[in-house]
């Protein structure tokens, strides 16, 4: 399912420019709002950086090999998501139990869309938004 990258001229044939992914880059504009919603998916805080000058606050969460970084911040225009516009889509999250995590979610107190089944693959999957309206897919 994931392309492959072809070499940098110069480097060894098949040799990867990519290593994995570092780690995901959210704006948000509620502390307790964004960090309940990510702890709900499993996540929990690592590092926490109060930036004054920036009038920000920068929070690190991870799971399972996955770095979240929100940058809690107020005064940035919201999301646009319907209509969609260009640029980053969604964050796809892979699970185990499509259903299950999506009954834990609505007994969180999140409104998750409904279970559907991908296109192309057949597994379960479903969205739910994140307090700031960023698409979030769980995914089998």
């Not at 044939?13 to 780690?23: D, F, I, S, V, W």
């Not at 704006?27 to 309940?36: G, V």
């Not at 919603?37 to 926490?48: D, K, R, S």
């Not at 107190?109 to 739910?128: C, I, K, S």
Request: hydrophobic fraction near 45%; proline fraction near 6%.
């Amino acid at each position: 399912r994931a392309c492959e990258l072809s070499s940098r001229p110069g480097e060894e044939e098949g040799a990867a420019m990519l290593k994995g992914l570092h780690h995901i880059a959210i704006l948000a504009s509620n502390r307790a709002e964004t960090l309940a919603f990510y702890e709900a998916l499993g996540f929990a805080v690592t590092e926490n950086h109060v930036r004054p000058e920036r009038k920000d606050e920068i929070i690190f969460m991870e799971q399972a090999g996955v770095v979240l970084e929100l940058f809690i911040s107020a005064g940035n225009p919201p999301r646009v998501s319907f209509p969609e516009a260009y640029g980053l889509r969604h964050v796809a999250f892979r699970v185990e139990d499509a259903s299950a995590a999506r009954e834990a979610l609505i007994r969180k107190g999140y409104a998750p869309q409904e279970l559907r089944h991908d296109t192309f693959t057949g597994d379960a999957m479903f969205f739910v938004m994140d307090p700031d309206g960023l698409p979030i897919e769980i995914h089998e």
